[in-house]
């Protein structure tokens, strides 16, 4: 393969976390094979590599690939397929009225809009769905990643206990009448697998699909209320056994936190903690209860976060107190989790959304800055996905060509002044609809504004298809029922007692 160059009217080699960002202004990189050469002035690459091809015509802002670290991938948002948005203990449940779509038709769907926005790694997290239909849906998911050319931390959500409130099930659906308790169950056991079953699943994609710089396999165990914990020890020395990484969700909502409260008077972490389970194989989502013990904990183990702030937004979770994690030294990166703004996965706007959600009042306050975000975005989030950032997340000699074109003309139309940093102006103004061009592995698999692998009207008109036919009786009777369980799940959590959250004040009531 020829050696490519490609260049910008700015070239950003890498964001720190300590506020800066390493530009180099009418510059550009030089990869072959998938591998970054050089990096440098345009001019002086160019006469270095006097036979390469060159991407770019200088009127560029090239950043590295957009590293997207927790996602569900559903394809078709949970709002269009009729489940509004709410508090996550309801919410969940009326995802049993989703309807059904081929996992790789809903992979490739969700990829075409994570291309769309620069987005060149992403952490998948697969949900139950039937347990029959594990392993087939794990491998068109995996399949469709391979298609698209987009690197991916793929795990499996293992789940035992809490299917429907944080407590042991059988009291609760003991509470229920005799016809709603016995066809909860039964809709439970149809999501139920053994961990001796998904360690085998699990086992066998890293078999078949396991390549470390393109598809990492890790476990999941779902969260620490949605599973025992002594099947957490077993991940956990499964995971150092085998060299897998692990993800998780945790303390997504102050309720999580009083389940672990009342259990052990200690919050999910600490007891994570307890059982040897921390350390720098480990990532969390959404993080938004953690305390000042949770952040010591992980900042001593390297233990990361995703910071999901559209998702947490949407099903009033709160606001992860990012400025006080980043402040331990902990990883964070950046995570759509399916549950974007606008439903179009669209990184760059959840970029800017954690550069004005980060801005507490008062002239002294400390605020997030343009250069961290972006170091969220990429470094972060090769740290959090355990590709690790020595891989990608920045364009270094040595490193992977995974990278993004943006259109600076139209970031700063009709007016940018020069005296504005233009990170800042990228982070602020940058959008979807900006992207030129993506490479990953040094192919272009996104070049000025076409897909050079898949349809993307193709897989549209496909999903169209599906979903414009009559909705089955089947997820009719299932969004039936999750709308009889929500007033039992209402009135169990009526008697739990809630805190504000301190960290985040933006007015005076209380």
């Given at each position: ?482 709308k009889e369980i929500e007033p039992y799940i209402e009135k169990y959590y009526a008697t739990w007692k809630l805190e504000s959250d301190e960290l985040y004040r933006y007015n005076k009531l209380k």
């Open positions: 393969m020829a050696k490519t160059i490609i260049r910008g009217k700015y070239v950003l080699t890498k964001a720190n976390l300590q506020g800066t960002s390493n530009v180099i202004k009418d510059g550009a990189i030089v990869q072959e094979n998938g591998t970054i050469l050089d990096t440098g002035k345009f001019v002086s690459l160019s006469q270095k590599y006097p036979h390469s091809d060159v991407i770019g015509d200088g009127n560029q802002f090239l950043i590295p690939g957009l590293i997207n670290a927790h996602h569900h991938g559903r394809g078709v948002s949970s709002l269009m397929m009729g489940q509004t948005d709410g508090h996550l203990e309801k919410w969940i449940h009326r995802g049993w009225g989703r309807r059904s779509l081929d996992p790789y038709l809903m992979a490739m769907h969700t990829l075409v809009q994570q291309i769309e926005s620069g987005t060149t790694t992403v952490m998948f997290n697969q949900t139950a769905g039937l347990a029959s239909d594990t392993y087939s849906e794990a491998s068109k998911t995996l399949d469709a990643f391979k298609a698209a050319g987009v690197r991916v931390a793929f795990s499996l959500g293992f789940r035992n206990q809490s299917f429907l409130v944080y407590e042991e099930e059988e009291n609760f659906i003991n509470s229920l009448d005799d016809r709603l308790s016995q066809e909860i169950q039964e809709k439970i056991n149809k999501t139920k697998i053994s961990f001796s079953e998904y360690m085998e699943i699990t086992n066998q994609l890293n078999k078949e699909y396991g390549d470390s710089s393109k598809i990492k396999i890790l476990l999941s165990p779902q969260s620490y209320h949605w599973v025992d914990e002594s099947t957490l020890t077993s991940i956990k020395d499964q995971a150092t056994k085998q060299d897998f990484g692990i993800h998780m969700h945790m303390l997504e909502t102050l309720y999580q936190g009083i389940y672990s409260q009342r259990l052990h008077n200690q919050s999910p972490v600490e007891r994570l903690n307890n059982l040897g389970f921390l350390g720098p194989d480990v990532s969390f989502a959404h993080g938004v209860w953690l305390n000042d013990r949770d952040l010591d904990l992980m900042s001593q183990t390297k233990t990361g976060l995703s910071h999901n702030p559209s998702s947490n937004l949407r099903l009033s979770s709160g606001i992860a107190p990012i400025l006080s994690i980043l402040k331990h030294d902990i990883p964070v990166g950046i995570g759509t989790d399916s549950t974007s703004i606008n439903d179009d996965d669209d990184m760059l706007q959840e970029m800017a959304l954690v550069l004005r959600l980060h801005r507490p009042p008062g002239l002294n306050s400390e605020y997030i800055s343009a250069d961290q975000v972006l170091h969220m975005a990429t470094m972060g989030g090769a740290t959090i996905t355990t590709f690790g950032d020595n891989l990608i997340g920045s364009l270094e000699t040595g490193k992977k060509a995974d990278l993004v074109l943006l259109d600076w003309n139209r970031i700063k139309s009709p007016y940018i002044s020069e005296d504005l940093d233009p990170v800042e102006a990228l982070v602020s103004r940058g959008r979807k609809k900006d992207v030129q061009s993506v490479m990953i592995d040094g192919k272009l698999i996104y070049h000025n504004g076409k897909f050079t692998e898949i349809n993307p009207d193709e897989i549209k008109s496909q999903v169209d298809s599906v979903l414009s036919r009559p909705t089955s009786k089947d997820t009719r009777n299932s969004r039936k029922l999750a």
